[in-house]
Each structure stands twice: as C-alpha cells, then as structure tokens.
Nanobody, 121 residues
Framework: QVQLVESGGGLAQAGGSLRLSCAAS????????MGWYYQAPGKQRELVAT???????NYAGSVKGRFTISRDNAKNTVHLQMNSLKPEDTAVYFC???????????????WGQGTQVTVSS
C-alpha cells in the first residue's frame, strides 16, 4: 500500500508562512493527482489544493493567491507553501494521493495522518 507522511505543520502568526511537505512511500506503481485538504474542529474535511502529474493546479477560493501547491514526481512528494496565513487557516492538514499501488490494480485514494497548523492572531 501507499503511505503518506506529512511534515512542516506548527504554529505561525497571522501574516506569516508555513510550508507543508508530504512524502509517499511503499508500494507505488503510479500516482495521479495529489493534494491537500484541511479539517477544522467540528467541520468536514475540505479541499485546499490539488495538482496533477503535469502540474495543473486547483485551489479553494479561500486560499487562492496565498497558498501554492507543488510536487516532485521523481520523489513522490507534494508541498504546500502557505503565505499570508490567517487565523481561519487553523486546521489539521491532510495529504492525499490518488495512486495505483501495483501494475493492474485499481487507483485508490490514500491519506496521510494529518499535521496541525495553528495560526494566532
């Protein structure tokens, strides 16, 4: 199976920056889309940004212009550069990969364990 490990979360002040990283490992034949989602306390998990293998990106309206998603296909990593952070960005951030673990297997959605981002005002 595919394991995803996030890093880079923590505490930042409003207006500050953080960079999240996610590395995929394990049985990986091919990774299609990768992305970041966030979940605030008491709320559902929501899309932050996604990126295709060719680099096409999609952002939630609330983060557009502030966050940048990127990936390194050779290293099976995805990153999220978060600038101009706001207190409402506080949440647990999850990495996601839509991947094919083995040749001929179905694509599945895999999730990391999440990393906490807290933005103070």
């Amino acid at each position: 199976q595919v394991q995803l490990v996030e890093s880079g979360g923590g505490l930042a002040q409003a207006g500050g920056s953080l960079r999240l990283s996610c590395a995929a490992s394990g049985s990986i034949f091919k990774i299609n889309g990768m992305g970041w989602y966030y979940q605030a306390p008491g709320k559902q998990r929501e899309l932050v940004a996604t990126i295709t293998p060719s680099g096409l990106t999609n952002y939630a309206g609330s983060v557009k212009g502030r966050f940048t998603i990127s990936r390194d296909n050779a290293k099976n990593t995805v990153h999220l550069q978060m600038n101009s952070l706001k207190p409402e960005d506080t949440a647990v951030y999850f990495c996601n990969a839509f991947a094919q673990p083995n040749y001929g297997s179905s694509y599945q959605s895999f999730w990391g364990q999440g990393t906490q981002v807290t933005v103070s005002s």
